[in-house]
């Protein structure tokens, strides 16, 4: 009972991790030309920080719609864009406070957390923008993503698991084949005494018959 039990609990664990590992390994493939990830044109991305609380919260992963030259941008849109964070090149997901374009048509835009007290730093253009946020998010699933993606965590969770799993079920069979090897020797020692005994059974007969 207690190793059915425990076998389930793996079971479930492996298909829950399996699932956010293949997800994970979607994100990095088709995040491969350009750095951002395209899921039948959606671009998922992990919240790390909580400046768009209450909207977005850590560890949510917010599924953006990537953007084309005929996407429309207003003030109070959520939007995923490239910028530059102490040197480091990063994508944050932030709302439209304002859209300013200037004399030479260059269209500047000016973005802030819900939760942050004061504006961005850096202005953006629409050049930097890669998508508009859809209104879904998948609730906490970023924390697993940012977990298993360490290789270390991954061979712990994933390789390993599945190993005990894979050897678990090897053990399985080997007992179910002795077990059916045990049986098929009793039925062949029963068969082979109903057959002495059939044979005593006629030379008695013959016997007696004389």
Do not use: W
Not at 190 to 195: L, S
Request: charge should be positive; hydrophobic fraction near 40%.
């Amino acid at each position: 009972m207690i190793k059915k039990v425990l076998k389930l609990i793996v079971d479930i664990f492996l298909v829950f991790v399996i699932i956010s590992a293949g997800i994970y390994a979607l994100i990095t493939f088709t995040s491969k030309k350009d750095g951002i990830p395209n899921i039948f044109g959606y671009s998922p991305f992990s919240i790390i920080t909580p400046s768009m609380k209450p909207i977005l919260n850590v560890g949510d992963i917010a599924l953006c719609k990537k953007i084309d030259e005929n996407t429309e941008l207003n003030k109070g849109d959520i939007i995923s864009f490239k910028t530059t964070i102490q040197g480091k090149n990063v994508i944050v997901t932030h709302r439209i406070e304002s859209i300013t374009t200037l004399d030479d048509k260059t269209v500047v835009i000016s973005t802030k957390g819900d939760n942050n007290d004061a504006s961005d730093a850096n202005t953006i253009t629409r050049d930097d923008v890669v998508a508009k946020y859809s209104g879904y998010k998948i609730v906490a699933l970023g924390y697993l993503i940012t977990f298993i993606s360490n290789k270390y965590v991954f061979l712990c969770l994933v390789i390993l698991p599945l190993a005990i799993l894979f050897l678990m079920e090897f053990v399985d069979l080997i007992k179910d084949l002795v077990h059916n090897a045990e049986i098929s020797q009793k039925e062949e020692e029963e068969k082979q005494k109903q057959k002495e005994k059939q044979k005593k059974e006629n030379n008695k007969k013959k016997k007696n018959k004389q």
